[in-house]
């Protein structure tokens, strides 16, 4: 502060707010507490909600930070810091991590087949993709640090180098991230672990105190289940089913249902995915421990889970029986010009019942026998991706309902179980009050609808959006931050339609925008139930929804 004494009185010139990091910010707030200066919900709201990453995850040494020598910047896709060797394939990445190196990722982008090697790296780089593309949500889900849409970067990933800011970077050079900020530097960075001390749970304690809004977590694997839970996800906002088949013995699985020709063929594929749905999904209900899990049906875009390697395509052709050359022919037969907007969604399930058939068989049997092993009470919750219109939701919701009834009778159990939809298409948000005739619960899949509502591609939209922040256009990425004036309007709308038709619809948010905290303070006073996020961004959520609720208090 700067303050002047004139004449014996005294003057305050100004005043800044202090810099101090999460740490010291938690620390401070907790100490004027416990000196009676402030109440606890003056602490909760002093700490930037967002702050909370440098809790969570690596930062970068602050003397190497200051040294560091910037060569380029994208999305901050998924935050921490990280530092590494470049590798360009998820194969070559696993070796070296097993040989004990720290590596860094560069692809192109990333797809279903990358995920080995993108859990064994401490930091992934992609040349395209933007805020929700593959290569961001997964990093997240997994807490990897991940810059995303850096289309300045010049790569050959056969010839294994790739340049940028001037320099070029071999197999094996050092490079680092920063996933907070985008930036990309030269060299290898000293990072600093991250760290919650005792005060970490005081301030958030009191966060679940103050906030009326429930907090949930984007997770598909039983290990995210875990580590949400500890993180204080008060369930599962979305399992996005296809993420469950990532694992490289899974992957051709899916890939023969995608492939399959007939009727028979899928329903046989489908039959060798069932028994790893349904076990994955016990273990979740298992570490849920009687909180909720809302599992979306099968959601997967084309381009993501059609093998484009050419090892991948051999292996294929030998577990269909095929060549790989008519696998190819039958993958030239799936493109589609613009997959995003494809045959994916409850698509899939109008034209193949059989999917949505083995998938309700899976999240029955598991919840009507984990209930029966553990004694803890179960509902699930099934939710249908991408729909328009509410005959579309009635026809998949009647083959559901037909095949939960088949096999709550198989089992003879009486458990009761909950359908809705996802609302991410401007369609379903204007026609919200026919689509709540058959949902019984809402969740806005905010990353299709700022797409879909935009008209912009999620895995493009990073190429040209720098150019709408520089002519002052737009502030912020939409996909990041929610749209409040357009994409909120739909959603404020949808909640008010849909509440009109049944008045206790349960609606909540699963799009990233659900971590983000200027967002999660929109959902709360557009009157969501919940908001849903990657595990890691649940304490940032939970803080954010309690500052929502003080700030708001009374209005
Ligand atoms: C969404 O669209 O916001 C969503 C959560 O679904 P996905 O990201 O899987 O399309
Ligand atoms: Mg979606």
Redesign the pocket.
Known sequence: MEFTIQEGRLFFLQTRNGKRTAHAAIQIACDLVDEGKITPEEAVCRIEAKSLDQLLHPTFDPEALKAGEVIGSALPASPGAAAGQVYFTAEEAKAAHEKGQRVILVRLETSPEDIEGMHASEGILTVRGGM?SHAA?VARGMGTCCVSGCGEIKIDENAKYFELGGHTFHEGDFISLDGSTGKIYKGDMKTVEASVGGNFGRIMAWADQFRTMQVRT?ADTPADTINAVKLGAEGIG?C?TEHMFFEPDRIPKIRKMILSDTAEAREAALMELLPFQKSDFKAMYKALEGRPMTV?YL?PPLHEFVPTDEEDIKALAEEMGMTPGQVKAKCDELHEFNPMMGHRGCRLAVTYPEIAKMQTRAVMEAAIETQEETGIKIVPEIMI?LVGEKKELKFVKDIVVETAEKVKAEKGSDMEYHIGT?I?IPRAALTADAIAEEAEFFS??????TQMTFGFSRDDAGKFLDSYYKAKIYESDPFARLDQTGVGQLVQMATEKGRKTRPELKVGV???HGGDPSSVEFFYKAGLNYVSCSPFRVPIARLAAAQAAINNAGK
């Open positions: 929700t949500v984007n979305l996005r979306r959601d991706p996802m991410e806005f899949g905010t990353n299709d609808l699963c799009g990233e």
